[in-house]
């Protein structure tokens, strides 16, 4: 094997780029290890080209390989990779995001990227995974405009600023230390961390960005932006170094040559139509569709143009709508549909309202956004088992799903099903929520929203996040706060930007940048970007954390306005939900052999789940007092007995001695009634009293030092015996002496 190998520290860890005749047939490879994570990075360009699209169709795969976590995973009748779990869906989509805008988008070659995790430890393969694309792309033959660089940022909790620190939320990037930020932290360290960065970029710009926060001020996130690219700063220095040595020459990626006809055709006839058509003053790109369509007939019709490709003509026509929608912006300071360029669409929010069937339910609109949102609240039993290279056995308590019909964008096309698209924007919805949930102990439902994306016109993904809180309030889930989200946009021209508040239509299509950011008035829970350019520096990207802090707070007054609070109780048809807690060792005693006492319990109370963790919590999940009656017998179950408790028991069977009572249903509640404990005198036989099948008051005596339950009738009723016929007088020698008390078996 022939190996050429280069490494740098990153965030106190090595990672090494080994370049190898592993995947000789490739065009680009690297194997790239950080730490003890391995990950192979493949890249792949077709000689063909399409004549057939009008896109460059770049396919980014992220394998998991379930021997990368060193266990046979699986179900237990499948122990193969399936299709890709939703974690690698979004892995994926974090590479494609960050290296689709450096590639020429004029190509038509395939080009398909391929990340295969070989090993995996504690540290996060994502960030790895995106350094190794660019390695693999940028030491390769094919045409992309890299390096780029990415890198984990955690804020330790301890150090991260919040108003009882002094600086009341107006903090500046110099206001952290060094030490306040953890670089690619662990899974672990991740758990504990208040903020959670993924950042990719180059050139000290960023292209790339998740985001995840307990409430983050948007000067944490600002200071994590400006730390990430300085981590970016050494990897790409690194990765250039290796370019410089083994990189291939790049193949022509050609000239967009534009024939003179076509570009005649535009002066001629649709460049004084285009400004009308982007700038109607109407929400929406039907304007420029129709022009589109225009410009596609005319081109048809002309004779000089006659064999050219309609993907091609199609694509001229966009990059001209797209300089003019930048040049206006900047230039005119217009916006296609007129509004200010920090102005937000008319909202609605509805809080219910659908029917009384669902557990909650939202509406929110903002402009052409129309979503609605249904909240579905299960027991501990319902919540989804993860099971994947990075996390096995994980219980999923919480569930966000986004869908798009193609209805909502006024299109046909294929129901059934999902895609990457859906699974990211439901996944950043879900992230967005995560944050402001009440916790397990303090409510222990599964809780499942569905967003259904009804109208679109420019970020669904935060639209959900309004119709969601609306659900959840709805269906009196005790959030901490409401959550509402914006997208933010930018457009460029000549050297200077506008800022543009909740972009719809041609702004999300033909715009520079889409910033969603989601949070609550006093701070941020996610943040997602996606842009078309190279990168987009730090300042202007704070900028756009302020513009959405403004409009955040705009929205959520609507919201509040509708549903100040979540509402008392959660929805009658909702299950009853009640927890205890149990004793590890007492686990097995509520679970009876085989399941016989549990499955006993439930059919006999009529639950639908009884659910038991590993430290003894209890989660009873029932209707009509069904939860609560299960509840009293388990208790009962695993009562520990104390004496001067009083019981009526059931009398199980009867020795010479004495009689054995039943006070509880645990195999521990069985207590002796001595003979000498039923009368306040002596009586011959025990028989004379009590027979099996006896219903008796008694009271704990004591427990013994073997912890068995001694019982007395006489203690707590005297006259019992006196009720049975029995006297001093009918037994003037009855009885066992004191002496002739025979001992209780073993």
Known sequence: ????????????????????????????????????????????????????????????????????????????????????????????????????????????????????????????????????????????????????????????????????????????????????????????????????????????????????????????????????????????????????????????????????????????????????????????????????????????????????????????????????????????????????????????????????????????????????????????????????????????????????PPYSAGETGRMGGINRRAVGHGALAQKALEAILPPADQFPYTIRLVSECLASNGSTSMGSVCASILALMDGGVPVKAPVAGIAMGLMTHNGEHRMLTDIQGPEDEFGGMDFKVAGTRAGVTAIQLDIKLDGIAVPILVEALAGAKKARAQILDVIEKEIAAPRANINPRAPEILTLKVKPDQIGLVIGGGGKTINGIKEMADVDDITIEDDGSVFITGSGGSAQKAKEMIEAIVKEYKAGEIYEGEVTRLMDFGAFVRVGPGKDAEGLVHVSEVAPFRIAKISDAVAVGDKVRVMIKEIDEKGRINLSIKSVDPEFASRKGLTPSTNPNGGFTRREKPDRPQ
């Not at 520290?9 to 690297?30: N, P």
């Not at 959670?196 to 001020?217: H, Y």
């Not at 050609?254 to 005649?264: D, R």
């Open 1 to 404: 094997m022939q190996t050429k190998s280069f490494s740098t520290e990153i965030g106190g860890k090595t990672m090494t780029a080994e370049f190898t005749d592993l995947a000789e047939q490739a065009h680009g490879s690297v194997l790239l290890r950080y730490g003890n994570t391995a990950v192979l990075a493949t890249a792949v360009m077709s000689m063909k080209t399409r004549d057939d699209i009008d896109y460059f169709p770049l396919t980014v795969d992220y394998e998991e390989r379930y021997y990368a976590a060193g266990q046979i995973l699986g179900s237990r009748f499948i122990k193969r990779e399936g299709r890709p779990s939703e974690a690698a869906i979004l892995s994926g989509r974090v590479v494609d995001r960050t290296i689709r805008p450096l590639f020429p988008q004029h190509i038509r070659n395939e080009v398909q990227v391929i990340i295969t995790v070989l090993a995996l430890d504690q540290e996060d393969p994502d960030q790895v995974a995106v350094n190794a694309a660019s390695l693999a792309l940028a030491t390769s033959n094919i045409p992309w405009q890299g390096p780029v660089a990415a890198v984990r940022i955690g804020l330790s909790a301890e150090k991260s600023l919040s108003p009882a620190s002094g600086h009341n939320g107006n903090a500046s990037e110099s206001d952290f230390s060094a030490s306040a930020f953890i670089i690619n932290p662990t899974y672990a360290e991740r758990e504990k961390s208040t903020l959670d960065i993924l950042a990719c970029g180059k050139d000290s710009t960023i292209n790339m960005i998740e985001v995840g926060a307990s409430e983050a001020s948007e000067e944490e996130i600002a200071a994590g932006f400006a730390r990430a690219v300085e981590e970016h700063d050494k990897i790409l220095a690194w990765q250039k170094q290796i370019v410089a040595q083994i990189g291939k020459e790049k193949r022509d990626a050609g000239n967009l040559e534009i024939p003179a006809a076509l570009s005649a055709l535009y002066d001629n006839e649709f460049k004084a139509k285009i400004n009308g058509a982007v700038f109607c003053g109407i929400a929406g790109k039907d304007a420029i569709h129709a022009l589109q369509d225009e410009w596609k007939a005319r081109v048809e019709a002309t004779e000089e143009l006659k064999d050219i490709n309609h993907g091609f003509s199609k694509r001229f026509f966009e990059d001209k709508v797209d300089e003019e929608i930048h040049r206006g912006a900047v230039e005119e300071n217009k916006r296609a549909d007129g509004r200010a360029f920090d102005q937000i669409r008319p909202l609605y929010a509805k809080a219910g309202g659908i029917s009384s069937i669902l557990h909650g339910s939202g509406i929110f609109y903002r402009g052409g956004t129309h979503v609605f949102t249904a909240l579905t609240l299960g027991g501990p039993g319902d919540s989804q088992l993860v099971d994947t290279m990075e996390e096995q056995d994980k219980k999923q308590r919480f569930m966000h799903h986004y869908n798009f």
